[in-house]
């Protein structure tokens, strides 16, 4: 699996958030977190002023806002979301996050969402470390767009990691 680099703009993301323990951990909660998150999200996307793809959302892994979580080193926040034109007001239990402009290497998970952990084990476990290239402060993004079906092994999704 090798990535395509990109460097993107900033972008403004509005959605449903919640702290979770990472993938990356034996106490991981992440398959009942945020599946929740998207269960709730999903129904709620038109409520959502100024979208700007009625098809694409975004799962955003950051480190979990000021006042949010418990502190855990390995703990993060996730926010399902749509990438809007900007924040007049938010919906209801809706939150915001502006994501800085930057570079990125982009993986392509293809498949059902049970092996994104397979995934994202490579991404950090493998190619990472084996790479030469540095992690830069940002949230990682995954990006729904048209070609994701969760019930299909055709799927696809993107995994963008923020990179040096």
Same mark, same amino acid.
């Given at each position: 699996?090798?990535?395509?680099?990109?460097?993107?703009?900033?972008?403004?993301? $509005?959605?449903?958030?919640?702290?979770?323990?990472?993938?990356?951990?034996? *106490?991981?909660?992440?398959?009942?977190?945020?599946?929740?998150? /998207?269960? @709730?999200? $999903?129904?709620?996307?038109?409520?959502?002023?100024?979208?700007?793809?009625?098809? #694409?959302?975004?799962?955003?892994?950051?480190?979990?806002?000021?006042?949010? &979580?418990?502190? +855990?080193?390995?703990?993060?926040? =996730?926010?399902? &979301?749509?990438?809007?034109?900007?924040? @007049?007001?938010?919906?209801? +239990?809706? #939150?915001?996050?502006?994501?800085?402009?930057? +570079?990125?290497? $982009?993986?392509?998970?293809?498949?059902?969402?049970?092996?994104?952990?397979?995934?994202?084990? =490579?991404? =950090?476990? #493998? /190619?990472?470390? #084996?790479?030469?290239?540095?992690?830069? *402060?940002?949230? @990682?993004? *995954?990006? =729904?767009?048209?070609?994701?079906?969760?019930?299909?092994?055709?799927?696809?999704?993107?995994? /963008?990691?923020? $990179?040096?």
């Amino acid at each position: 699996m090798t990535p395509k680099f990109i460097d993107a703009p900033e972008k403004l993301i $509005v959605g449903m958030g919640a702290p979770f323990i990472s993938i990356l951990s034996p *106490e991981r909660n992440n398959f009942i977190v945020i599946p929740k998150l /998207w269960s @709730d999200y $999903v129904p709620r996307i038109p409520e959502i002023p100024h979208r700007l793809n009625s098809v #694409t959302s975004y799962g955003v892994c950051s480190k979990p806002p000021e006042g949010c &979580g418990s502190n +855990r080193p390995d703990e993060c926040y =996730y926010l399902a &979301g749509a990438e809007v034109s900007r924040i @007049d007001t938010l919906p209801s +239990r809706m #939150t915001s996050m502006k994501i800085p402009a930057g +570079r990125y290497a $982009v993986f392509t998970h293809r498949g059902k969402l049970d092996a994104l952990g397979h995934t994202m084990n =490579y991404v =950090y476990g #493998t /190619w990472l470390p #084996t790479s030469g290239i540095e992690l830069r *402060e940002a949230p @990682d993004l *995954e990006i =729904y767009d048209k070609r994701f079906d969760p019930h299909s092994e055709d799927s696809e999704l993107d995994i /963008w990691i923020p $990179v040096k």
